[in-house]
């Protein structure tokens, strides 16, 4: 194991997470280990490979979303099967890491092991078989390893055309579309549930919005009640009731932040449009009687 920061090639990190895919670590380690290890990883490409990544343990539990002792099982799994340098912390000082690969991983290929690559890799040998002038791709389709040498223009490939990408990936691009082509939200549809809250919701804007997170909430008859009642409650606090209305909030945000569940404070009794004590413009207006 070395003990000093190795130097890292450009996009070490996409080409590590890859490995650990192709070599199913997963299997060995753990998932919980290879997540571990793919925090670590992509923190040393966030600091450009400029050095080793410190964690105090809680703070890396935290974000691998583990409880402190299943974080440090799962480093020492990544540890012991050769993934991961680490050097434990003192009082006052973070631990340090970096990622390794294990010595009988060295060398072993991190191209895309999905099978429609590998069949694209057949094809590509296939004709290269049929192209005198061209020298033949040299491939291992049973490893995913595929290197070509030389090709001339005049063949044609299965692959996609491709971008250079910072990843380094054979991800495709589609250039069918241009930018101007850009797929639109479709339009939610107004049910009758949806269309009964917002008739009782005193501020009607955004309106898109508001179907759509009716229609994530889903919500059964009873809630549905639950909502309404929750409005004409809300509607008659004084926050709901100043300024206009200001304070209202739009209603995606109120069925979102689950707010039918605040607690408003002090709530006027129903204003009417005969109760001049009790209606001013602000509360008749809230209640839609203005």
């Avoid at 791709?137 to 971008?163: R, Y």
């Avoid at 691009?173 to 930018?179: E, F, G, I, L, P």
């Amino acid at each position: 194991m070395i003990d000093t920061y190795p130097r890292r090639p450009s996009h070490f990190a996409h080409r590590f997470i890859r490995l650990m895919a192709r070599t199913c670590a997963g299997n060995r380690i753990g998932p919980d280990a290879c997540w571990l290890l793919t925090i670590i990883v992509m923190t040393e490409d966030a600091k450009r490979y400029s050095g080793p990544v410190s964690f105090y343990s809680t703070n890396l539990a935290d974000q691998c979303g583990f409880s402190r002792s299943s974080m440090e099982r799962a480093r020492d799994r990544a540890a012991s099967a050769g993934w991961l340098h680490y050097t434990p912390g003192t009082k006052g000082r973070a631990a340090m890491y970096w990622v390794t690969i294990p010595p009988e991983e060295e060398g072993k290929p991190d191209g895309p092991s999905d099978d429609d690559s590998v069949q694209m890799l057949r094809q590509v040998d296939a004709q290269s078989e049929q192209q005198p002038n061209s020298i033949r791709a040299q491939s291992d389709v049973e490893s995913g390893q595929h290197v070509t040498h030389s090709l001339t223009s005049s063949s044609s490939s299965p692959f996609p055309k491709e971008d250079a990408t910072r990843s380094g990936s054979l991800d495709p691009v589609d250039r069918t579309k241009s930018a101007k082509q850009k797929t639109k939200k479709p339009k939610a549809d107004e049910s009758e549930a949806f269309l009964t809250f917002w008739a009782a919701y005193p501020k009607r804007e955004a309106k898109q919005d508001a179907i759509r997170a009716f229609h994530k909430l889903n919500p059964s008859p009873e809630l549905l009640a639950v909502l309404l009642a929750a409005i004409d409650r809300q509607r008659r606090s004084s926050k709901w009731m100043s300024d206009n209305g200001k304070y209202i909030t739009h209603a995606a945000t109120w069925l979102n932040g689950r707010r039918w569940e605040d607690d408003v404070g002090p709530i006027q009794p129903p204003p009417t449009a005969t109760n001049p004590n009790n209606a001013t413009p602000a509360a008749l207006r809230a209640n839609g009687l203005l």
